[in-house]
């Protein structure tokens, strides 16, 4: 057995090989307990398509929780179009592979809709939507929600002030400090965000490019490595996940984190080291799910409407709140405090 598997307590695992493209093309189930299992396909190089159906096991998982603890009438599903190493998917290939995974996805007859993820962009989903009807976040022209990027970092803003208040006493962004690594679809609106509040803000990413939006914002600019351990009121992560582990933890200076980046914590583990260094971490799960909170309303049988998903995404401050305050009651971490209420959610029905 593989150390490394998430509990296998999913629905379904269903692995395909595309017949036009010869990738395997994979769908993990993990609950439909609360609605069709939301989540985005992920295009990614893996040494080896087992690493890729792992992936999606744990990232299904995953969204689960973040659907249940955002109160969403959504389970939670992962798509993985694995890569061999080094292939980069591109024309015809692309085409063939994006069409196979359709195929894929309209065999679950619905228990999961796809939406876009990393390696995937909005060019992407109208191929996928030629062979399924279960996609989400189309352009608002084909009757879909759009990019997500931006009720993501609605949402994660919301969730920046519900920290500071916590910890500081006051939810306003003025004058705070506020470290942003990852200056990408999400991190750069966050940014843009807190700068129009007054943040004084230190931006990061590993794209020189992004130097300008530090310019452009008055913000200053640094790189990933100081940024992260920066003496900052918080600290938002919006790049890649994984990085806040055992060694990194006594090093950090900020007061608080609450950023986009999906599975921030190395292991569950860590989220105790941070409550020990009395740094209030919001988790990952809850925070950033602005994107799914914007999609549900686009699956709702009277179409998509932008204010009703703002104001959806605006209630993650309220959900925050309650998991900061089941946390200090119960004295555990915020991370146990969010998967008891998700699994409390699951429960109910
Ligand atoms: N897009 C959404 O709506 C959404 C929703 C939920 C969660 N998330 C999560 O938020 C994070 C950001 O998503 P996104 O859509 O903005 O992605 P993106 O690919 O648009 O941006 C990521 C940015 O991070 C930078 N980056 C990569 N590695 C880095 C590193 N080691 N240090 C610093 N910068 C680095 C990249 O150069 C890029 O600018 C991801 O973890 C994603 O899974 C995104």
Same mark, same amino acid.
């Not at 993990?30 to 609360?34: G, M, N």
């Not at 794209?207 to 992004?210: I, L, Q, R, T, V």
């Not at 986009?260 to 583990?269: R, V």
């Given at each position: 057995m593989d150390p490394l598997l998430p509990p296998l307590d999913h629905e379904e695992l269903y692995v395909r090989r595309g017949p036009r493209s010869g990738l395997p093309t994979i769908v993990a189930v993990?609950?439909?307990?609360?609605g069709p299992a939301l989540g985005g396909c992920r295009v990614w190089n893996y040494d080896d398509p087992t690493l890729a159906a792992r992936d999606a096991l744990r990232l299904a998982r995953a969204m689960t929780y973040k659907a249940a603890c955002a109160d969403q009438p959504l389970g939670g599903g992962k798509g993985v179009i694995a890569l061999p190493p080094g292939l980069r998917l591109t024309g015809r290939r692309r085409r063939a592979a994006l069409l196979d995974f359709g195929e894929t996805v309209e065999q679950l007859a619905g228990r999961y809709v796809t939406a876009e993820d990393v390696g995937i962009g909005s060019r992407d989903m109208p191929v996928i939507a030629q062979t399924t009807s279960?996609?989400?976040?189309?352009a608002r022209s084909r009757g879909g929600s759009g990019d997500p990027s931006p009720f993501t970092a609605l949402g994660v803003e919301t969730a920046i002030r519900t920290t500071c208040a916590r910890v500081f006493?006051? &939810?306003?962004? /003025?004058g705070r400090s506020i470290a942003i690594v990852g200056l990408g679809h999400v991190g750069s609106r966050v940014a843009a965000r807190c700068a129009r509040a007054g943040a004084r803000l230190l931006l990061a990413d590993v794209?020189?490019?992004?130097r300008a939006l530090a310019d452009e914002l008055g913000a200053r600019w640094t790189t990933p490595a100081r940024a992260l351990t920066a003496k900052v009121d918080l600290l938002s992560p919006c790049a890649l996940g994984g990085f806040l582990d055992e060694a990194i933890v006594p090093r950090l200076r900020c007061r608080a984190i609450a950023g986009?980046?999906?599975?921030?914590? &190395?292991?569950? /583990?860590v989220a105790g080291l941070l409550a020990m260094r009395g740094i209030l971490w919001a988790p990952d799960f809850v925070v950033s799910a602005g994107g799914i909170v914007n999609i549900a309303v686009e699956l709702e049988p009277g179409g998509y409407d932008a204010a009703v998903a703002r104001r959806r995404v605006r209630a993650i401050g309220a959900t925050l709140d309650e998991i900061f305050s089941a946390a200090e009651a119960q004295r555990t971490t915020p991370l146990a405090a969010a998967v008891a209420l998700g699994e409390q959610r699951l429960a109910a029905v």
């Open positions: 993990h609950s439909t307990a609360r279960h996609v989400s976040g189309l006493g006051d &939810a306003s962004l /003025a794209d020189p490019a992004k986009a980046a999906n599975n921030q914590l &190395a292991t569950d /583990a």
